[in-house]
């Protein structure tokens, strides 16, 4: 910056002002941050102000100011503008993050270059790392010039490991050892859980500390420890900024319990039923998790009485003489809030009447939490949404009303599914199938279905009216044909063609309850391998001939309260049905089966999933029996896992010459006795920041189908249950929800195979969302 000659005289007026040296930048931009004008009167002591006024434009590295006669004449050299921006090494801040920074602060192509700010940008990187624990972080920028005035900036980045915790020492604590209190913390030391390399608690960030002395607060305040303190905390860096210690000096102070428990505020007509939600006792020590959960149960009791924006807050006051704490919970109820409007949106293709039929909170009614959170759990067990969030809006001026705001983000609603895996000795078995679910967003799903593989060729069409009617009586529809050809089966053994249809009526008896009534109808045909099939199977031909009409009636109940579809978490599902065939129908015989899955949530993505699944069938009346085709079989990637699908179980009695000699390999003929079960640990997938569009669990497996009908000539077959033939396996499971298609991977090890079980250890699930 330079002043050339400005003035001759004291004062001028300007009668003119040049700005030479211009070429991106245009005229209007200098002239309006000058505050000097033509006519003007100035002195010298203007020109230094005028001067900075040009170099805070940003846009200029040289300027000089020279006067010709009463003109003006700033001489600006130009700073170069940016071709393009790139960097390399970038791995822990999303790029389309740190793009936004740039183009907010100025550093993007087309845009003047100004070092300032480059710099700025590489300390602040810096720092971010630093926030992350990445103490070795390095960001250095190259600028290349090019021609005319233009620049390339290059950002080379090394993030560098995050810190390490290597030790965590505590000073003041004599009630507590080292190993409680630091339980009680995120951030754990390295080599202290086999679990560190996933969630990365031995790995230091700022925030974590953070969040770590508050729960070092709330470990003494949960056991009565109210006048604690955290009076320092140190952060000490290894010389190769790899590795850290943490120290914490605490006061731990005496515990205090509860002396007395005040209700303050306006409890209305409400006094009992806060009272009943008060679980606090005197004598007690204090807790402050207990208070919370009082302050909860307090709103949520308010909550549902239609106080939705009822205000609960506790306090406490401390009696050092006899270290005791006065503890008082206000309440304020508030006014009684009303639904106003029920806002839908997100849905393209799905009618709102859809959506409402679910929702439990109606308009004009109380705001009831309870029905909010049961009518999310309705619409996201449609499987019709990715997503479904519902929030209240307050209205401007209004305390008592809200609009409520249902949130959808559709799923495909039609599916091209491929299942499959390899069995070996029998190869590849598939399976593919369509299915329309909200059928022209109306509520309605259709399906049309084809099982392939060596063995069968299933195909069935399937409707279904979950609202038949107004007050959700569902009717649904299906017919099937399905086709075997034993010549093609690894058990080779029997085949059968059956076509037939079922109608089912689907009742609700409550909230989360259903019961179905089904009528079936079906014409089953059976073909023996004459050389290859069982004595089983050879004396149930004998006795009820090859072609059979059945008529089907079943009943069914089902309890539903999860979360979601795929990614449930959250809940319990059950369902237990039978179905029974009688006259007029050529056989007789019953077939009864139950499932049920419990879940066991710690934290988002992180839960217990125990299920089960159990039938049993039998013939009744007289010659009654069940036909050996209706066996349950086990194995199979819906079964348990590590083993060929149906490839568990008893085996048929082969068939032998007149000396007992086996003129046949026994086959799995499966059981009238099913057994299942088995749990799934459920934890956030690895490597992996947004956890939505994912499912990882280790599971273990377990089953096994049985008999009580034995073939009196089968030596190897025991009646009943034998629990030392379960089966048992463990694996993991793999699930990426893509937006085109869901896929899913399983792995599993047989635990306790025996050398005549089919063995199949990988399965997938591919789906086609269109």
């Known amino acids: ?294 302050v909860r149960d307090v709103t949520e009791m308010l909550s549902e009485q239609g106080y939705a924006f009822a205000s609960v807050r506790d306090g406490f006051e401390l009696d050092e003489t006899d270290n005791t704490v006065k503890v008082s919970i206000n309440v304020a109820p508030n006014d009684l809030v009303y639904v106003n409007r029920i806002i839908i949106q997100g849905n393209k293709s799905t009618n709102d009447e859809v959506i409402r039929r679910e929702l439990r909170q109606l308009e004009g009614a109380l705001v009831i939490n309870d029905n909010i959170r049961a009518s999310r759990a309705r619409l996201e067990r449609l499987g019709y949404f990715t997503n479904v969030s519902i929030q209240t809006q307050r209205i401007g001026g209004r305390s008592d009303l809200v609009d409520i705001v249902v949130r959808v983000a559709e799923a495909k609603d039609s599916q091209v599914n491929i299942a499959g895996g390899y069995a070996g000795g029998s190869g590849f078995y598939g399976e593919f199938s369509l299915k329309q679910t909200n059928f022209m967003g109306r509520g309605v799903d259709f399906s049309a279905t084809l099982n392939a593989n060596k063995t069968t060729q299933n195909y069935s069409l399937s409707v279904d009216n979950p609202y038949f009617t107004l007050d959700g009586v569902s009717l649904g529809a299906d017919l099937y044909y399905r086709k075997s050809d034993y010549s093609k089966t690894t058990f080779g053994t029997y085949a059968t063609n059956a076509a037939g249809g079922r109608v089912t009526l689907g009742y609700p008896l409550s909230e989360n309850q259903r019961v179905s009534y089904g009528l079936g109808l079906a014409n089953e045909e059976l073909f023996l391998s004459d050389t290859l099939a069982t004595q089983e199977m050879l004396q149930f031909r004998d006795a009820y001939g090859s072609n059979y009409s059945n008529v089907t009636a079943k009943f069914g109940w089902s309890y539903n309260t999860l979360n979601g579809s795929i990614k449930a978490d959250k809940g319990r599902f059950a369902s237990a049905n039978i179905e029974v065939a009688a006259p007029p129908g050529d056989l007789k015989y019953f077939r009864s089966t139950l499932n049920a899955q419990q879940f066991v949530n710690f934290d988002q993505n992180l839960a217990l999933r125990f299920h089960t699944d159990m039938g049993y069938g039998g013939g009744f009346g007289e010659n009654g029996v069940l036909p050996f085709y209706k066996n349950f079989y086990s194995g199979g990637s819906r079964s348990v896992r590590g083993y060929q699908q149906g490839g568990l179980g008893p085996v048929g009695t082969p068939q032998t010459d007149g000396l007992g000699t086996e003129l046949t390999t026994a086959s799995p003929i499966g059981g009238n006795i099913k057994l299942e079960y088995g749990v799934d640990f459920i934890v956030p997938t690895p490597f992996v920041t947004n956890q939505d569009a994912y499912r990882t669990s280790v599971f273990i497996d377990a089953g096994n189908v049985f008999t009580d009908q034995c073939f009196e000539a089968n030596t190897r077959c025991e009646s009943g249950i034998d629990l030392n033939e379960i089966r048992y396996s463990a694996g993991i499971d793999f699930t990426w929800i893509t937006p085109i298609a869901p896929l899913s991977f399983s792995y599993a090890w047989p635990l306790n195979n025996q050398p005549d079980d089919y063995i199949t250890n990988f399965n997938f699930n591919i789906g086609i969302s269109y």
Do not use: C
Request: charged share 25%; proline share 2%.
């Open 1 to 294: 910056m330079s002043v050339q000659s400005v003035v001759a005289a004291a004062t001028f007026v300007v009668d003119g002002i040049e700005i030479a040296g211009l070429q991106r930048v245009s005229l209007g931009s200098v002239l309006s941050a000058l505050s000097v004008r033509e006519g003007d009167l100035v002195d010298d002591a203007d020109a230094n102000r005028w001067l900075r006024e040009v170099y805070k434009t940003g846009y200029f590295f040289n300027v000089e100011l020279n006067r010709e006669g009463d003109s003006l004449i700033f001489e600006v050299t130009e700073r170069p503008a940016i071709e393009s921006v790139s960097f390399d090494g970038l791995k822990s801040i999303p790029k389309v993050n740190f793009e936004a920074v740039l183009t907010d602060v100025g550093l993007t192509e087309g845009e003047i270059f100004n070092p300032a700010l480059l710099e700025n940008i590489q300390l602040e990187l810096e720092k971010q790392y630093g926030v992350q624990g990445r103490y070795n972080a390095l960001v250095e920028s190259e600028i290349t010039p090019l021609t005319r005035n233009r620049v390339k900036i290059d950002l080379n980045i090394e993030e560098g490991p995050v810190a390490k915790i290597e030790y965590i020492h505590f000073l003041g604590n004599e009630k507590y050892s080292d190993e409680e209190l630091g339980n009680a913390l995120r951030l754990q030391r390295s080599g202290t859980n086999f679990w560190h390399f996933v969630n990365k608690r031995n790995q230091y960030s700022s925030a974590s500390l953070s969040g770590d002395k508050q729960r070092l607060e709330d470990f003494y305040f949960d056991r009565g420890h109210l006048s604690y303190q955290l009076d320092s905390n140190q952060v000490s860096i290894s010389v190769n900024k790899a590795d850290i210690a943490l120290a914490y000096n605490i006061t731990e102070g005496p515990v205090y319990t509860i002396s007395d428990i005040e209700l303050v505020g306006d409890l209305l007509h409400l006094e009992e039923q806060i009272n009943d939600a008060v679980s606090l006792k005197t004598g007690v020590v204090y807790s402050r998790k207990e208070v919370s959960l009082v």
